[in-house]
C-alpha cells in the first residue's frame, strides 16, 4: 500500500530538533533548512527499506509528517495550521555515507524507498498541540531516538508559514518536520541500518510505522 495520496511535494526540514543539534555539535538555524525527496521514495508499513549496494551507511530518522489539505500560500503562523488534514508517522530515510561525500541532500534522501510513510492520517483536531508529542524509534526493539516534538526549533505553524512565502503547498503536499537526537550517524560508536533489521516509528497519538531493511 502507498502512503497517502502520493503528494506533489515533500518537503522536509533539516536541523529542526535542538537536541539533535546538540548532538552534532552544529549551531541551531535562524530559518528552516528545507530539502526534498522525491514520490520514488514513497512506501508503507512493511514494505523493505531496501539499501543500494553503494550504500554501507544507512540511517533512520523519526519525524512528524504534516499533510496538507487545502491549497495554501503566504500562510500566516496564527492562521497556518488550518491548512493541515492531519499527521502521520515518517522515517526520513538518509544514506550518510553519500550525504557527508556529496555535501548536499539530494541524493543522500532520494533512494527508491527511503521515505516509509504510514498511509493512516490522523485528522488534525485529533492532535491539539502538534508541538507536544513524544517521538520514538526503535531499531530491533532497542529505543534509539525517544524525545518531544516541543524539541523542534521551528514548530509546524511556523514552518508552514515559512515554506508558504515561496512555494504554493497543495493538498496532499507531505512536510517531513525533522527529527530529534539519536541518529545513528551521531551516536558513540555509529549506528546503521543492516540487511534483516526492523525499524519502527512511534509518535503519540499517530500510532507507529514498522519497515523491515533489505539489501538491494
Excluded at 112 to 119: M, R
Excluded at 156 to 174: H, K, R
Aim: with cysteine; hydrophobic share 40%; aromatic share 6%.
Amino acid at each position: 500500500m502507498l502512503p497517502i495520496e502520493r503528494p506533489g511535494k515533500i518537503v522536509c526540514v533539516g536541523l529542526n530538533y535542538r537536541d539533535h543539534a546538540e548532538e552534532q555539535g552544529a549551531p541551531l538555524p535562524t530559518a528552516p533548512l528545507l530539502f526534498a525527496k522525491w514520490q520514488n521514495t514513497l512506501i508503507g508499513p512493511g514494505e523493505p527499506i531496501v539499501i543500494p549496494p553503494i550504500v554501507t551507511k544507512c540511517d533512520y530518522e523519526a519525524e512528524l509528517g504534516v499533510v496538507i489539505g487545502t491549497s495554501v500560500r503566504n500562510a500566516s503562523v496564527e492562521n497556518a495550521l488550518e491548512a493541515v488534514a492531519g499527521y502521520v508517522c515518517v522515517n526520513d530515510v538518509s544514506a550518510r555515507d553519500l550525504q557527508f561525500a556529496d555535501g548536499q541532500w539530494t541524493r543522500c534522501k532520494s533512494p527508491d524507498t527511503f521515505c516509509p510513510v504510514e498511509p493512516q492520517v490522523v485528522p488534525r483536531d485529533e492532535i491539539p498541540d502538534p508541538q507536544a508529542l513524544t517521538i520514538r524509534a526503535v531499531l530491533n526493539g532497542t529505543a534509539m531516538q525517544d524525545s518531544t516534538t516541543a524539541n523542534m526549533v521551528f514548530g509546524v505553524a511556523d514552518l508552514i508559514a515559512y515554506i508558504t512565502q515561496t512555494i504554493t503547498l497543495e493538498p496532499g503536499d507531505l512536510i517531513a518536520t525533522g527529527t530529534p537526537a539519536g541518529v545513528g550517524a551521531f551516536r558513540e560508536p555509529p549506528v546503521f541500518m543492516q540487511p534483516g533489521d526492523e525499524i519502527t516509528i512511534e509518535i503519540e497519538g499517530l500510532g507507529s510505522l514498522t519497515n523491515p531493511v533489505a539489501a538491494g
